[in-house]
């Protein structure tokens, strides 16, 4: 660079080529003016082409960037001591700083000390702290800067897909002339745009394509770099297991499926801190114990944590059914006086002591109620524990017994324990019934507490209480059944008189219908003349009473007519009274006027 | 410039996931913009050497010509060491990170070192003059802040 730099200087130093114009010396012979003419053409020419070379150079370094040799990868290895210290690589243009001697980039002490000191090439050495600057002659020697750039390094197109290693003094000359991946202007001239070198014989690339891939829109001079470089659904090796993957899945790849990646052992929630690359996981884990118990111990703490739930709700419901059966057992002892009361402070200390223990002693006072048979289980507990001491039970008892008398709720429903009528719940074999019989029942348990001392417990007496109420019921509805069977009897019994008589009366009136008949039929036969005379007078004599002829007949039919009402009555008397009568009473009484209307 | 930075950050780390120096270790250097470092202490009393303290760095496009943001970092097993020259909020007050001291010759191993040994030639168990105010009034980044290195000594 620096050669063509100085040639290109010195080709321009010369004086123009317009020096045509100049005076010719004159006099001389026209073959020395022939070569005077051909050497300026030669010399024109030349310029044109430095000039040409010049501008297509300044192009270049426009479209390429001049190389950063710090940025370089170097292929190979290098002696530590050519390092800089600033930019750690091999360094680039080495300069030595006055004074101490030390060796930096030129770049890199440039870089340092415009940053800090804005006044020139001077500061203090980073490495020594003295004031230092650079001298007329900074660069080290020509044989430092040989080795230097000796060293082999990979095209910084590399990643592009130029695949040379050149001497690092070469880069910018391999980029400028020879590199394909580096870009150089578009062979259509009224294009403008540029387009890598290798692509050059191409024609003009700059028309719209679109990946094949991800359906991306751009120049089809730039879709190579976007297949290698840009495009999600480019293949990239992994740089831990170098396997191709999808740029787009590398992520992925790297969390689940890399081999190469260091994944913590299953077991390490259990203090393994074994860390294996996931291809070796497995044979860790074969022999890791952690890892086994793994699986097991989460499968029973699941367990624990569920019976725990388990356990916390039935530990709710025990609490639930103590407080009610404490509940309970104060308005029970509230009703009892003297020796129960003795009881109920007994109680008190119940809910202090643990719940198992507490459960244990209730049990065991019901079952020893059970067998001494006798109401005072509480003190002769009491005295079971403390078997030397009945004058203390005896002192308490007497202590507490006015006050008792006095206030009984108050005393045995302390201010911890909700009070006996508030709702709480129950234990299922106590139904809420029986509170209210045993409140309508606590007036006799007051008044005569003698009455209940043949039952062992409380709830004992109330049972009983229950059971003799129960008889009671029975035995109302037994003679409540007896007593509708009676009745009924005698009812069936009045009908069937009843019946026997109508039927007799009925009876009667058919006789005296007949004689009736009779006497009609012979006193119309004694006056035929005047027969319908006759019968307008037995109609007469029926409604005035009176008639000399009939009066026989008009009394038969007077005792006809009463006697028929009488009928009447009676069959009205019988269909109330029994259903048995009812069927016949309307034919009989259809009966009877019928024959009264052919009577009349 | 940038290529220059990012290299040169490359290759500490490739160096630093190598070998460090005891009571020095890597947390994470996620990308080359911030790491975090642990360091303890080794022989000082005042700083037990189970106790480990969190650095963050944090560097700049022109690292290292630039010095990058050393700071302590608090945490729930990190505290801030104490220190005259530690404020509170995990700044440091030394001259190494400043402008005025730092060198582009140094690195995070170094800066590192010079940590670990500030602390270790440490006697006060106390925190810098007025640093309750500092801490309630600085909104400036560390590197901004022109501390006055009263004391040399430290
Ligand atoms: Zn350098
Ligand atoms: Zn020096
Ligand atoms: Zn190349
Ligand atoms: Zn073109
Ligand atoms: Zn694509
Ligand atoms: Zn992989
Ligand atoms: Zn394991």
């Known amino acids: 660079m620096s050669d063509s730099n100085s040639t290109g200087h010195s080709s321009l130093s010369p004086p123009p080529p317009g020096s045509r114009r100049s005076p010719s010396p004159g006099g001389t012979s026209v073959s020395t003016q022939i070569a005077l003419r051909n050497m300026r053409r030669l010399e024109a020419r030349r310029n044109m082409e430095e000039n040409h070379y010049l501008t297509q150079k300044a192009r270049n370094c426009n479209l390429n960037p001049p190389v950063d040799l710090r940025a370089l990868d170097y292929v190979s290895k290098y002696d530590d001591n050519l390092v800089c210290p600033i930019c750690r690589c091999p360094l680039v243009d080495p300069v030595l700083l006055m004074d101490c001697d030390h060796c930096f980039c030129r770049e890199c002490i440039r870089q340092t000390w415009t940053t800090y000191s804005p006044l020139g090439p001077k500061g203090d050495c980073p490495t020594c702290r003295m004031p230092a600057k ?173 019976q725990e739930s388990a356990h916390k709700l039935i530990n709710r419901k025990l609490e639930i059914l103590e407080t009610g059966f404490t509940a309970m057992q104060d308005i029970l002892s509230a009703n009892r006086s003297g020796p129960p009361d003795n009881g109920s402070t007994e109680t008190l200390i119940v809910p ?244 009264g209307r052919t009577k009349l | 410039m940038a290529g220059m930075s990012s290299k040169r950050l490359q290759k500490e780390l490739v160096k630093i996931q190598g070998t460090l120096p005891p009571g020095i270790s890597l947390v994470s250097a996620p990308d080359l913009k911030e790491w975090q470092m642990d360091i303890s202490v080794l022989d000082n009393p005042l700083y037990p050497p189970a106790d480990k303290y969190r650095l963050r760095f944090t560097f700049s496009p022109s690292y290292p010509i630039e010095a990058p943001e050393v700071v302590f970092l608090a945490a729930p097993d990190r505290n801030i060491p104490m220190h005259p020259h530690i404020y509170s909020n995990g700044i440091i007050c030394l001259d190494l990170l400043d402008s005025q001291g730092w060198s582009p010759v140094h690195n995070v191993e170094s800066v590192c070192i010079s940590i670990q040994s500030m602390l270790a030639s440490n006697t006060k168990a106390e925190r810098p003059p007025g640093d309750k105010e500092f801490v309630r009034s600085n909104r400036q980044r560390p590197r901004d802040i022109n501390f006055l290195y009263h004391d040399p000594t430290v």
């Open chain 1, 134 to 306: 650079l001298g007329p002659r900074a660069s080290t020697s020509k044989i430092l800067v040989n080795i230097l750039d000796d060293l082999v390094v990979k095209c910084p197109k590399s990643e592009n897909g130029c695949k040379s290693e050149i001497k690092r003094g070469e880069v910018q000359d391999h980029i400028t002339i020879y590199c394909g991946y580096a870009m150089v202007e578009c062979k259509d001239s009224g294009c403008g745009q540029s387009v890598r070198r290798k692509d050059y014989d191409l024609g003009c690339l700059h028309y719209n394509v679109s990946c094949e891939s991800c359906q991306q829109n751009m120049p089809k001079a730039e879709l190579e770099t976007h297949w290698q470089l840009q495009c999600p659904d480019r293949q990239v090796k992994c740089d831990l297991c170098s396997s191709l993957i999808y740029y787009r899945d590398r992520e992925e790849h790297r969390k689940e499926a890399c081999p190469a990646v260091n994944v913590p052992c299953p077991g390490a929630p259990l203090g393994c801190t074994n860390k294996s690359r996931r291809a070796h996981l497995d044979i860790h884990v074969k022999g890791c114990v952690l890892a086994k118990l793994g699986p097991v111990l989460d499968a029973q703490k699941q367990r624990m944590d569920e």
């Open chain 1, 352 to 595: 202090s002591r643990s719940r198992a223990e507490s459960t244990a002693t209730d049990s065991t006072r019901i079952a020893s109620a059970d067998d001494y048979d006798f109401p005072v289980p509480p003190s002769n507990r009491g005295s079971a524990i403390e078997p030397e001491s009945p004058p203390t039970t005896n002192t308490t008892r007497s202590s507490t017994t006015p006050r008792t008398t006095a206030t009984p709720r108050s005393l045995t429903s302390p201010p911890l324990r909700p009070a006996p009528q508030a709702p709480f719940p129950r234990p299922t074999d106590l139904p809420p019934p029986t509170t209210t019989d045993f409140d309508l029942a606590s007036p006799f348990s007051t008044t005569a507490p003698g009455a209940d001392g043949p039952y062992s417990s409380p709830l004992h007496h109330l049972l009983s209480m229950h059971e003799s109420l129960r008889d009671e019921m029975a035995r109302v509805s037994a003679a409540l059944t007896e007593l509708d069977g009676r009745h009924s009897m005698q009812i069936l019994n009045e009908n069937l008189r009843t019946r026997d008589e109508i039927a007799y009366l009925g009876g009667q009136v058919a006789g005296m219908g007949r004689q009736v008949h009779w006497l009609t039929s012979a006193q119309l036969q004694r006056q035929t003349p005047g027969g319908s005379a006759a019968a307008r007078e037995v109609g007469t004599g029926a409604s005035a009473g009176g008639g000399g002829a009939g009066g026989s007949v008009e009394g038969a039919v007077n005792a006809m007519s009463t006697a028929a009402t009488a009928l009447r009555g009676a069959a009205r008397v019988v269909n109330v009274g029994g259903g048995q009568g009812s069927p016949t009473s309307p034919g009989m009484r259809r009966g009877v006027s019928e024959e």
